[in-house]
């Protein structure tokens, strides 16, 4: 099972984008989930992840700018990215479980 993950683009420095990626209900409702993201010639990092009761856990760069959360009746996750910048830009890859999205490609232009 691959998850399905959508809203990626290209936006200007300053602009915001919001992430979805849905799973089968049967797993979402049961474990953590999030997102990760890997730029040109970088290691992949996580940027956010929430528990299965909905408690957020951010890395340091996007702190104050993202917002992850869970929609239970959707079986979704959304990433919410605010004040984008271009170190922003990146191949971003949702899990819930143990459960991968193909990536998403979020560019952010100066």
């Known amino acids: 099972v691959q998850l399905q993950a959508s809203g990626g683009g290209s936006v200007q420095a300053g602009g915001s984008l919001r992430l979805s990626c849905a799973a089968p209900e049967s797993i979402f409702s049961t474990t953590a989930a999030g997102w990760y993201r890997q730029a040109p010639g970088k290691e992949r990092e996580l940027v956010a992840a929430i528990t299965r009761g909905g408690i957020p856990n951010y890395n340091g760069p996007v702190k104050g700018r993202f917002t992850i959360s869970r929609d239970y009746d959707r079986s979704t996750v959304h990433l919410q990215m605010n004040s984008l910048e271009p170190e922003d830009t990146a191949v971003y890859y949702c899990?819930?479980?143990?459960?991968w999205g193909k990536g998403t490609q979020v560019t952010v232009s100066s």
């Open positions: 899990f819930i479980g143990s459960l």
